[in-house]
């Protein structure tokens, strides 16, 4: 592989890993701040508010890990996170029936899952390539699945008001991930 075809490559990551930070977190920064203004609103608007992100946060994640991942071992856990995101995305739009701790089990085991998928891959990327943002993204979201989970009797305006918190966050953190991604890229662009 040349030098040139290297470079073109990594840059390809850099685009795609930044464009998928950005998206997921102003996706769940905008889906925090309505649950945290709006924490009354009806069980299936949060229910579809939270499956919205998990389908668009699904797809972004295995459409990343199809592309700019495909040579790293651990491409296929990225696809499984994205897809078990896309799946538990669709359940919450679609299963308009769903009771209160039927939601709240269904978010946080996927916050749960998708957060120890995070931190597996953190430790088979390289200190260069994001593995203490993944491995924090991965702590944060097992956390906010746990407290999610913690309080299965709650009232919707607990949920609304806890997962609010948890994707402001979390959309905050993907936000800065995505920062991060540009000053390397410029970094990189620069140096050249």
């Known amino acids: ?3 040139a075809s290297e470079d073109r490559s990594t840059m390809d ?12 977190g102003f996706i769940s920064l905008v889906a925090g701040l309505v649950l945290l203004f709006r924490p009354d609103r009806e ?4 229910a579809i508010i939270l499956g919205f992100l998990f389908v668009v946060s699904g797809f972004s994640q295995v459409a990343e890990a199809v592309t700019t991942h495909r040579k790293g071992s651990y491409w296929g856990l990225l696809v499984i996170r994205g897809l ?7 359940a919450l739009i679609f299963w308009t029936g769903a009771t209160l701790t039927a939601i709240i089990w ?9 957060g120890l998928i995070a931190i597996v891959v953190s430790f088979m990327i390289g200190k260069d390539g994001g593995r203490g943002a993944l491995l924090i ?8 699945g746990v407290i999610i989970m913690a309080w299965p009797e709650a009232t919707k305006n607990v949920l ?6 948890g994707l402001t966050l979390l959309g905050l953190l993907f936000l800065f991930s995505g920062y991060q991604l540009s000053k390397v890229k410029a970094t990189l662009t620069s140096g050249r």
Not at 13 to 24: F, N
Not at 84 to 90: A, K, S, V
Not at 160 to 165: F, L, P
Request: hydrophobic content about 60%; glycine content about 14%.
């Open 160 to 165: 609304g008001i806890v997962i609010g918190i």
């Open 137 to 144: 993204e991965g702590l944060i979201t097992i956390a906010i």
């Open 13 to 24: 990551l850099l685009r795609g890993s930044r464009i998928t930070a950005y998206s997921i």
């Open 106 to 114: 269904l978010v946080g085991l996927d916050f749960v899952i998708t």
């Open 43 to 46: 069980l299936q608007i949060i």
């Open 84 to 90: 078990i995101n896309f799946g538990i995305g669709l």
């Open 1 to 3: 592989m040349t030098a």
